[in-house]
């Protein structure tokens, strides 16, 4: 199966900064979605992005299929951001989503 | 409104005890998942089930089984034969199952989460 590689592992912030997350694929993908886990665990769906630019308020995501990786932009941050991002995709073969570990955002006031 | 039930909260299991998760949506989505997480850690994929009366396993699904009789029940048994089944377990659902091609339609939706804890 493929590999789902996220940077950072964890990630602190002020209030107002600016943040890219990264997610790189060990092969070609489809399906690619970022998640917002909130402290309480809640999952949220933020994009479903195979490919090209999307934009959401104050989050962006762009995924480059070519070159296996997508990132997520966070502007303007708040402290409702905190929590963990994962990204997730289905190799073109495959089935089912793999997820990656993860990033912690911790936005401060 | 529409969205996805998980159902207890918290789970408490003795030991050599089956319990069961549930999960329920009212989205009319054709597929379902059961996912895994333990602290710190990503998801991982337990079951799916695409159809009704049909499911997969996914990568971790020793110590499991579930159903599908109906489309919006897709409960989860957690066996004795599971020996750590300490974790927070996830249901997810879309329209489409992921082999269908058919983004965005793909896009999974999450229920709040059952956290299970051995006694």
């Known amino acids: 199966g493929i590999q789902v590689e996220q940077s950072p592992p964890d990630l602190i912030l002020q209030e107002g900064a600016n943040s890219t997350l990264r997610c790189n694929f060990s092969?070609?993908?489809?399906?690619l979605q970022w998640f917002h886990q909130n402290p309480w665990g809640q999952l949220i769906n933020l994009f479903y992005?195979?490919?090209g630019t999307k934009q959401n308020g104050r989050l962006s995501a762009t995924t480059v299929a070519t070159e296996r990786y997508s990132l997520l932009y966070i502007s303007s941050s708040q402290t409702t951001d905190s929590g963990v991002y994962f990204c997730?995709?289905?190799?073109?073969?495959?089935?089912?989503?793999?997820f990656g570990e993860g990033t912690q955002l911790t936005v401060n006031p | 409104d529409g969205g996805i039930t998980q159902s207890p909260k918290y789970l408490f299991r003795k030991e050599g005890q089956n319990v069961t998760l549930s999960c329920e949506q009212n989205?009319?989505?054709?597929?379902m998942y059961w996912y895994r997480q333990d602290p710190g850690q990503g998801l991982r994929l337990i079951y799916y089930?695409?159809?009704?009366?049909?499911?997969q396993k996914g990568d971790i699904a020793e110590g499991y089984s579930v159903s599908r009789e109906k489309k919006e029940s897709f409960p989860l048994t957690v066996t004795s034969a599971q020996k750590n089944p300490t974790a927070f377990y996830l249901c997810?659902?879309?329209?489409?199952?992921?082999?269908?091609?058919?983004?965005?339609?793909?896009?999974?939706?999450f229920g709040p989460g059952t956290r299970l804890l051995v006694l």
């Open positions: 997810a659902s879309s329209k489409t199952g992921v082999r269908s091609g058919a983004a965005p339609q793909e896009t999974q939706y």
């Open positions: 092969d070609s993908v489809n399906n």
């Open positions: 089930s695409q159809i009704v009366n049909d499911f």
């Open positions: 989205l009319n989505h054709d597929a």
């Open positions: 992005i195979p490919s």
């Open positions: 997730a995709g289905k190799e073109t073969s495959g089935s089912r989503l793999t």
